[in-house]
């Protein structure tokens, strides 16, 4: 919640929590569901966390994980930052492609993403009426 940038003493405190989520999700999960918790920072460019793994070294759940996980992020309103559109918010995914998010599955998640707008929004409206 904090309404400026992290200082880097928090910033490798927030980075612990990928870590700690796949700790506590151990029990529950199997093996490889508990990885893509634990591994879904890492940059396809390999410049993420915790371990620095690159491109296909990464668990596709992982993978996917980030490209949902960095939508949601950017069209969710944060105290230092408004929330964007999704055709911003998409093209920002499309910007991040091969750097950090896996560009085939950047690919996937905009061709699906504008395929099910419209089915999405309809639901939308059915439910409040």
């Known amino acids: 919640l904090k309404p400026a940038r992290l200082d880097p003493d ?20 199997l093996p ?18 915790p371990e620095g793994l690159a491109g296909e070294e990464i668990p596709i759940g992982a993978r996917i994980i980030a490209v949902a996980d960095t939508f949601d992020a950017v069209t969710s309103a944060r105290p230092y930052r408004p929330a964007i559109g999704w ?18 599955v950047v690919d996937a998640f905009c061709r ?14 059915a439910l409040r009426g």
């Open 112 to 125: 699906r993403h504008r395929g099910l707008r419209g089915s999405l929004g309809l639901r939308r409206i």
């Open 10 to 29: 928090e910033y490798e405190q927030i980075k612990t929590h990928s870590a700690l989520g796949a700790q506590m999700v151990a029990d529950v999960l």
């Open 32 to 49: 490889k569901q508990v990885a893509w918790v634990r591994h879904h920072h890492e940059r396809f460019d390999g410049g993420g966390y």
């Open 87 to 104: 055709r911003e918010a998409l093209g920002r995914l499309r910007e991040a492609a091969g750097q950090q998010l896996d560009p085939a």
